[in-house]
């Protein structure tokens, strides 16, 4: 079954380049890794996808290697806006992908 | 238009009460999704419905009853529900079962007394 693994938390200040990992040891061949942020109360939002190499957009860039067994969601210059907890998802192959299951989630608090 | 609208975004019930959830989107999706999220927990995925059908059910107490009128549209009917049963209830559509962005709405929370 597909899991991902994510740090509980991380720190930063404003201004700093936040990286999260995630670790998706069991992903699928034919599997996108896909990053949401949440908001208290609110619904997730969809931050990034990709499927292998480097993925960038307006607000962040994800990076994954060869072996796909991992992830890595890149904010640059963090704001105070930017607190808020970041999952990433990966899809069960057994079940055409339907089945998008959330990780833990990393909550970010980016301080003055 | 790229949102997901549910509605009521808050419902307190009692134990005995019948109530239902609505979830409408009008992006074309053929993919619509409820998750069940708890404080401080990951969003947990109940049920799945492609192409107007039931494809995935999670396992989910039969107190939840999911239903699709229609492509846009996503209810879920709640009765006899318990109190551990309180939580923010988010619907989801995607373009296609299984792929593309997840268009998440506000949620529902659901407090039952």
């Known amino acids: 079954l597909a899991k991902t693994t994510q740090p509980i938390s991380m720190d930063s200040y404003e201004g700093q380049e936040v990286n999260i990992t995630c670790s998706h040891n069991n992903i699928a061949t034919n599997d996108y890794i896909t990053w949401y942020q949440q908001f208290p109360s609110q619904g997730p939002r969809f931050i990034i996808q990709?499927?292998?190499t480097k993925v960038t957009n307006e607000v962040a860039s994800l990076f994954i290697p060869a072996d796909r067994k991992s992830s890595t969601l890149s904010l640059p210059r963090v704001s105070l806006s930017d607190t808020a907890v970041y999952y990433c998802?990966?899809?069960?192959?057994?079940?055409?992908?339907?089945?998008?299951?959330f990780g833990t989630g990393t909550r970010l608090l980016v301080s003055p | 238009d790229t949102e997901v609208t549910q509605t009521p975004k808050h419902l307190v019930m009692g134990m005995t009460n019948k109530k239902s959830l609505k979830c409408e989107q009008h992006?074309?999706?053929?993919?619509m999704y409820w998750y069940k999220q708890k404080a401080k927990k990951p969003p947990e995925l109940m049920f799945v419905?492609?192409?107007?059908?039931?494809?995935i059910n999670e396992s989910v107490p039969s107190r939840f009853s999911p239903e699709c009128p229609n492509s846009s549209l996503l209810n879920l009917h709640l009765h006899a529900l318990q109190p551990e049963d309180s939580a923010l209830y988010l619907c989801?559509?995607?373009?296609?079962?299984?792929?593309?962005?997840?268009?998440f709405g506000e949620g529902s929370r659901l407090t039952v007394l």
């Open positions: 998802l990966v899809g069960e192959a057994n079940t055409g992908f339907q089945k998008l299951v």
């Open positions: 989801a559509s995607s373009q296609s079962p299984g792929r593309g962005e997840l268009f």
């Open positions: 990709g499927y292998k």
């Open positions: 992006m074309g999706h053929r993919a």
């Open positions: 419905y492609s192409y107007e059908k039931l494809s």
